[in-house]
């Protein structure tokens, strides 16, 4: 039996908990044009309605807009060291708020507390790393060819930026854009997803006790209005840069709304990590890192392992071996301290892994461990058993779609021409993880992959240092690494006439 054996009641430091947007340093409840509206956030663990917030609108959102438009006008100006010193301020304010951060994560999104307390210092890493990253943005001198000339770069930060962020990581995906948007220059403008917002007003109260100004960081509340924030936030002129972390499908209706207005874009999309383990890899390495791969976050990652290629001298032993580790994890609410797996955060997400599951035994697929929602658990979340198949097959759905839940299924394969072959037979590319001792076929498989990212022998691709983003489907922009930054300025020319 698992319970849910904290509540928001526990949060230390009730401010963390404003339960409004934010806007131009005024924290807003719902709006008359709004019709007052609101809407709720439930733990999928329990389903309990955990807090009430302002169903934020478009009006709304173009107010936000002009306070970060504004704002922009003094922010710029902040020297990079300033913008640093802020950066790192909200950084130690993370780590010093760490347990009440994680609380709120697991209370609204499911995942356990352990991956939550990880969640938050993983957030809080990319505070730190623009805030060194802020200080090495410089231009350079070229040599003219008119000796006439003068020519320099430098570069700038490119205005107001819109941060869209999703629900499976509702703190590590809003850092890893404004980190870089702040750290830059740029005054932000953030629409945290409906299902996770507590964690993004949690976040938003320390970066203002951290001494970010008003109106360089606005947050709109929204579930159901999302659609109408979305395109304003796309069309309107005074926003020149949107990042967004979702799906392939939004992504596409995003560029297509923000092509009005010429907006530079980053989209980190969908994602349909190959996971590869090839007969020389060490046994333990390839169960640790599939588990963390695929298990992590109850399934519900970007990067998450959703075709798992094994070669055929190990498939059957690697297929026991992973079951028996599955048998083992716990599936419960999150903030129980023996959960490995907790609720997924969507009821749609159990019915797509229904729909993959069912898919695959209609093709041939064994499922021989789970296969389906939980049984009575003592709450009335979202539980999904940790699931295998065997003998998946390139026709199923899984092979095509995420399946975004702790379901994994096992493909055979016999040569490495074949499984990059198979690994590439997809429109999206973001992970990927091989598992092999041989480093020479790291390589060349690695170089061999349609994807933005590869791990190789480890089962997480997070690192604020590395840059990540995809290629195909799953968008272009990278967010982190020394890249990260880029994305948010804009390089400037100057020619200067030297002839006397
Ligand atoms: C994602 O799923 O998009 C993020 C994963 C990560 O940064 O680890």
Redesign the pocket.
């Known amino acids: 039996m698992s319970t849910q054996e904290k509540s928001l009641q526990d949060i230390q430091n009730k401010k963390l908990l404003p339960n409004k947007g934010l806007i131009n340093g005024q924290w807003l409840a719902s709006s008359a044009s709004s019709g007052n509206s609101t809407f709720d956030v439930v733990d999928p663990a329990t389903l309990d309605v955990l807090a009430t917030l302002p169903e934020m609108d478009k009006h709304d959102t173009a107010t936000a807009v002009d306070a970060a438009f504004e704002a922009f006008k003094s922010f710029k100006k902040t020297t990079a060291r300033q913008r640093a010193r802020m950066l790192r301020k909200w950084s130690d304010l993370c780590h010093e708020n760490a347990e009440d951060l994680a609380l709120i994560m697991t209370l609204e999104n499911g995942k356990t507390l352990a991956e939550s307390k990880g969640e938050v210092v ?1 957030g809080a890493s990319f505070l730190e790393w623009f805030a060194t990253q802020a200080e090495m943005v410089h231009g350079e001198v070229v040599p003219p060819a008119n000796l006439n000339q003068r020519i320099v770069t430098f570069k700038q930060p490119i205005g107001v930026a819109a941060c869209l962020s ?1 629900w ?2 509702p703190i ?2 809003i850092t ?1 854009k404004c980190g870089a948007a702040l750290a830059a220059g740029c005054t932000t403008v953030w629409k945290p997803a409906g299902e996770t917002p507590l964690s993004a007003l949690a976040l938003a109260v320390l970066a203002e006790e951290a001494g970010f100004p008003r109106g360089s960081i606005n947050v709109i509340t929204s579930l159901t209005t999302v659609a109408e924030v979305g395109e304003e936030l796309c069309r309107n002129p005074k926003v020149h840069k949107l990042s967004f ?1 979702g799906s392939t499908r939004v992504g596409k209706l995003l560029m297509q709304q923000c092509s009005s207005t010429l907006k530079k874009l980053s989209l ?1 999309l969908g ?1 349909n990590s190959p996971f590869i383990v090839f007969d020389d890899a060490k046994m333990s390495t390839a169960l640790d890192a599939a588990i963390l791969a695929k298990f992590r ?1 109850s399934g519900q ?4 392992a959703n075709r798992v290629f094994v070669q055929a001298g190990i498939y059957d032993e690697f297929a026991k071996q992973l079951t028996e580790r599955i048998k083992k994890l716990k599936v419960g609410a999150g903030t129980d301290s023996d959960t490995f797996v907790g609720p997924l955060t969507h009821e749609r997400a159990v019915k797509k892994a229904m729909s993959h599951i069912d898919d695959a035994k209609k093709h041939g697929g064994q499922v021989v461990y789970g296969g389906g929602p939980m049984g009575d658990i003592g709450l009335k979340g979202y539980f999904f058993q940790p699931t295998v198949i065997t003998c998946m097959k390139q026709e199923m759905l899984t092979t095509r779609e995420e399946t975004f839940a702790p379901v994994v299924g096992l493909y055979k394969f016999e040569t490495e021409e074949e499984v990059i072959e198979l690994a590439n037979d997809c429109d999206v590319g ?1 992970g990927s993880f091989v598992i092999t001792e041989n480093m020479a076929r790291s390589w060349r498989v690695a170089e061999a992959l349609e994807v933005g990212m590869v791990g190789v022998n480890l089962g ?3 690192a604020c240092e590395s840059p ?1 983003g995809g290629v195909k489907g799953s968008g272009f922009g990278r967010e982190g690494g020394t890249q990260g930054i880029n994305e948010y300025l804009v390089v400037k020319s100057m020619l200067i006439n030297v002839a006397n």
């Open positions: 993983y999703p499976n990581f590590a995906m890893r972390t980190e994602g976050n990652t970007c990067v998450t973001l997480m691709l997070s990540f």
